[in-house]
């Protein structure tokens, strides 16, 4: 087990880790995860007071509480911070540990956790995490769908080994392992006015019905950042976070959709959708971005 690193006034904590058994650092992990010890109990399928008993023997070891209890509600106390802190960075390197070991044998078993967009997780996902699965059948692939704006903070924490998503913030937590940039177009049905032809402006989406992202996803930022140095007013007829509802409104012939190839990747390849490139100086591209903890390597399974 690592050896415990805390504040230089925490004493005597890095003498306890030896002593800290496998089991308490998962029941620590799940209590602040759940948010109490009866639903990590429930998680767990342990007694909650077991689970109880392990966290007052820490508390004991170490001499301070690493729970505040106010109301039956459990919050962590600074020094309960620093204890999860490593309790999560033991449990990771554990679990890297037991998957290299594997990979060492030739097993290639592990687990990898993907936070992505409800867009992505929709779209490019699904053939990815299959080809993934046809190479490396014994590795657990979880796609978790999550805001952009939390996707940068679930790799941080440690829920999620990889993000991927677009235009996501620059933090010095995170590295960036990849980027792709992604043209928007018009997204219109086959036989459509503007199916035919190579490129269209978005003056000349404006003259339909627009079904548009909405406004807390980021390619909608950039749509109204380009409506707007374009000094065109914009009522959409529709708008929505859902990429299948957005789409199927297109089909229906509600209106066209202003979106990027990866959103309607299986709807073009069979034929239900077109995209037709939008050229305009004002429409920045969508850039793509896969990211991991800036600290630490990844582990086999997501390498």
Avoid at 214 to 231: C, H, M, Q
């Amino acid at each position: 087990m690592p050896t415990f690193v805390l504040h230089a006034g925490v004493a005597g904590i890095a003498d306890q880790t030896t002593s800290m058994h496998a089991r308490i650092l998962r029941y620590l992990d799940e209590v602040v995860r759940r948010g109490s010890i009866r639903k990590a109990a429930e998680y767990l399928h342990v007694a909650p007071t077991a689970i109880n008993r392990q966290i007052l023997d820490l508390e004991a070891d170490l001499g301070a509480p690493v729970f505040e209890r106010i109301n039956k509600r459990l919050r962590l106390t600074p020094l309960g911070e620093m204890v999860l802190a490593h309790v999560r960075q033991t449990l990771r390197e554990h679990e890297a540990l037991r998957e290299r070991i594997e990979e060492f044998k030739g097993a290639r078993r592990g687990e990898v956790t993907v936070a992505a967009t409800a867009g992505l997780a929709g779209s490019l996902m699904p053939s990815l995490v299959h080809e993934f699965h046809q190479r490396y059948p014994g590795i657990i692939v979880r796609v978790v769908d999550l805001p952009v704006a939390e996707i940068a903070a679930a790799v941080e924490q440690g829920d999620a080994d990889l993000g991927l998503g677009y235009d996501l913030p620059v933090v010095s937590a995170l590295r960036t392992l990849g980027t792709s940039d992604w043209q928007i177009g018009a997204v219109v049905p086959p036989g459509h006015a503007l199916a035919a032809q190579p490129s269209v402006l978005l003056s000349e989406c404006v003259g339909y019905p627009l079904v548009l992202p909405a406004p807390s996803l980021s390619i909608r930022a950039l749509l109204d950042d380009a409506f707007a140095r374009n000094a065109i007013d914009v009522t959409p007829a529709a708008e929505s976070t859902s990429m299948a509802l957005i789409q199927r409104l297109v089909m229906l012939g509600s209106g066209i959709a202003l979106l990027n190839p990866l959103d309607i990747m299986e709807e073009r390849a069979r034929g239900a959708l077109v995209l037709v490139p939008l050229r305009d100086r004002y429409l920045r591209r969508q850039t793509l971005a896969l990211v991991a903890r800036t600290q630490g390597a990844l582990s086999p399974a997501a390498s």
